[in-house]
């Protein structure tokens, strides 16, 4: 039997965008490509509406999230019709295995997930879907996208940090945060976000500080303790992602498959191998002891 594939699992920002989620993984695409990579993007958002890519797979095919909203004996709102048609898929798991298929060599996957973030920091569907995957012997990297117009104050940073750390200690998995939307931004304002790659909290307490509010004065002891959790726990570094830059794109591709050991056991084929023409390598080694006589 064919071993299953790595995977790559992207978990969507807390700011949802779907919009930038489907580029990420049209970028992603077209990247693989780029490398002769094979990788498909499977969709697991139910309330998707638009795609830079074509899915090799779709939930809305089993389930949208207009069903769950328009059905007479559920009535969900939209956020809990999304839960329902993620607690639907783990119930329905064959549909993702069938999707996924067993014909796999080496094959990277990226699978779309919904943008909202209590599925990450509060409830435990998300971590079944990776149970699951670990049982089918796949590797899983979280991907977990963050818009860097949220980035630019203190304030907005220790949420967003937070959420991000929720979500590492909530899914236990390899994990690399990333910041989007990185050519969007002034010269001025990537200056400025260097800052938050390498972050100091007590530097962003002191910006805080400098925005005064009766808001942060009542609640800077919260927002210390938050610092700390963040300066203690020294797990949240932010990669920076602009799409418009090959590099960068490749910079991340590169970054994902160290986290996940991607083809690290994976045999030497012999389309792999540059063998030397003979007739070269006659006069090479003729060259080389003419210059030695």
């Not at 965008?17 to 780029?34: I, K, R, V």
């Not at 638009?50 to 559920?74: K, Q, S, T």
């Not at 959420?163 to 939307?181: F, Q, Y």
Request: glycine fraction near 4%; hydrophobic fraction near 40%.
């Amino acid at each position: 039997m064919v071993p299953w594939a790595k995977l790559q699992l992207t978990f969507i920002n807390i700011i949802p965008s779907p919009l930038f989620q489907s580029t990420y993984c049209a970028t992603m695409l077209d990247h693989a490509e780029s490398e002769n990579k094979p990788l498909k993007v499977i969709n697991l958002d139910p309330a998707a509406e638009y795609f830079n890519y074509e899915p090799a797979g779709d939930i809305r095919e089993l389930i949208h999230v207009e069903d769950a909203m328009e059905d007479e004996n559920l009535q969900f709102g939209p956020n809990g019709g999304l839960v329902f048609c993620m607690e639907y898929l783990m119930e329905n798991s064959d549909w993702l295995k069938e999707v996924i298929g067993e014909e796999l060599d080496e094959d990277y996957i990226i699978l779309d997930c919904p943008g909202q973030i209590e599925l990450y920091t509060h409830m435990n569907v998300i971590k079944k879907l990776v149970d699951l995957l670990h049982g089918l012997d796949f590797r899983v990297c979280g991907v977990y996208l963050m818009d860097v117009q949220f980035m630019v104050d203190g304030a907005k940073f220790l949420s967003g940090t937070m959420s991000a750390l929720t979500t590492m200690v909530n899914m236990e998995i390899p994990h690399v945060n990333v910041l989007t939307k990185m050519d969007l931004l002034s010269k001025s304002a990537r200056k400025q976000i260097d800052r938050y790659l390498d972050p100091d909290p007590h530097v962003l307490l002191s910006d805080l500080d400098a925005a005064a509010s009766s808001w942060n004065a009542q609640y800077r002891r919260l927002t210390e303790s938050f610092g700390r959790i963040i300066e203690d726990f020294s797990l949240v570094r932010y990669y920076p992602l602009n799409i418009k830059s090959e590099e960068s794109v490749g910079d991340l591709w590169l970054t994902i498959n160290n986290i996940i050991q991607y083809g690290e056991d994976a045999d030497v084929k012999a389309k792999d191998v540059d063998y030397p023409d003979p007739d070269e390598q006659e006069d090479y080694l003729c060259d080389r002891d003419e210059s030695f006589s």
